[in-house]
């Protein structure tokens, strides 16, 4: 069975900095588009990030641009978000995301998702 699993989330206080990890198993998505997505209580799922499969683009939401940075290890099959200068808007349920279309930001279009890691940013 494919599966995309997340980890790195935790509290973490105003500022302050965290990296998520989204690895696979059962599969490999290296040949894919990878994707962070989040979603607040009350809230609808939001794009965050996405990643070519080569690495060479990246997109980010414009929330986010200039704080979080999304990286991937293409031999590990890893992607990463690096989120710097937390605020608590940013508290959210972060899910990683892969599909074998173009980078997008749209969530619909993307076909597998992990089971998400919470963040919470504390004032």
């Known amino acids: 069975q494919v599966q995309l699993v997340e980890s790195g989330g935790g509290l973490v206080q105003v500022g302050g900095s965290l990296r998520l990890s989204c690895e696979v198993s059962g599969s490999t998505f290296r040949s894919y588009t990878r994707a962070w997505f989040r979603q607040a209580p009350g809230k609808e799922r939001e794009f965050v990030a996405a990643?070519?499969?080569?690495?060479?683009?990246?997109i980010y939401a414009d929330s986010v641009k200039g704080r979080f940075t999304i990286s991937r290890d293409i031999p590990k099959d890893i992607v990463y978000l690096r989120m710097d200068s937390l605020k608590p808007e940013d508290t959210a349920v972060y899910y990683c995301a892969a599909d074998r279309g173009a980078i997008q930001t749209i969530s619909t279009r993307y076909g597998y998702w992990g089971q998400g890691t919470q963040v919470t940013v504390s004032s």
């Open positions: 990643i070519t499969w080569s690495g060479d683009r990246t």
